[in-house]
């Protein structure tokens, strides 16, 4: 089966510095696909940045920049100059076969952000 | 273009009760997928439609279903409510190529905020 783990519940970072949420994943499907997303207080997932199992090239979008590294199963988002407005949940999410041998998402339990002025 | 759409933003329903929940996709999206978020649980996959046939389903009880229209509107219900179905439901669409490969990235709508009392 398909794990997701977020071990920082919270973090605290000061405005315009760079932060990285840590995410580890396991699975045994070869072919699977890495996700983060933003939930602000209003409930909505934003989705940030996507990594799939076979690129070769970390991912970035803008300030968000994916940190892969598939030998130890780790996907850490890294923000770069922290915005007021970066403060949310992030979750880290793997799209993976399940039992039923059908692809879906698996959330890990998300960082809490928040960015200090 | 507009992003997927929720009906209705909150609803208080009592045990015992049934509810529906509605979900419009991202114009051209043709899989719809539906997930709980709770304190205690997380976010956690409910099912996937595409072409109006449930293509996967997550660990929930028979109570949970959905069902999938022919402009890819989806609806989810949930009958004799619980007060641990207290959640947030978010539904997520996704694009389908017409090759028939599913895109990776699913987008998020609002969610529906479900109070059982």
């Known amino acids: 089966a398909q794990k997701i783990t977020q071990t920082q519940p919270g973090m605290f970072v000061q405005e315009k510095e760079a932060v990285t949420l840590d995410c580890t994943y396991d699975t045994s499907d070869p072919s699977y696909g890495l996700f983060w997303y933003k939930q602000p207080s209003s409930g909505e997932m934003i989705f940030l940045i996507y990594q799939g199992s076979y690129d070769q090239q970390n991912a970035t979008e803008g300030r968000y920049s994916l940190n892969f590294q598939k030998a130890r199963k780790s996907a850490n988002l890294v923000i770069s100059a922290s915005q007021l407005g970066d403060s949310a949940m992030y979750f880290c999410?793997?799209?993976?076969?399940?039992?039923?041998?059908?692809?879906?998402?698996?959330f890990g339990s998300g960082t809490r952000l928040q960015v200090q002025p | 273009k507009a992003g997927v759409t929720q009906t209705p933003r909150y609803l208080i329903k009592t045990r015992g009760q049934q509810v529906t929940l509605s979900c419009s996709p991202i114009s051209g999206h043709r899989s719809v997928s539906w997930y709980q978020q709770t304190p205690g649980q997380g976010l956690q996959f409910l099912f996937e439609?595409?072409?109006?046939?449930?293509?996967n389903k997550g660990n929930f009880p028979g109570r949970f279903s959905g069902r999938q229209f022919s402009n890819s509107r989806s609806e989810m219900n949930v009958s004799t409510l619980e007060l641990g179905d207290s959640a947030l439901y978010l539904c997520a669409s996704s694009l389908v190529h017409s090759s028939g490969r599913f895109q990776e990235t699913q987008y998020f709508g609002p969610g529906t905020r479900l109070l059982v009392l």
């Open positions: 999410a793997m799209r993976a076969l399940m039992d039923t041998g059908r692809r879906a998402l698996t």
């Open positions: 439609y595409f072409s109006e046939t449930q293509r």
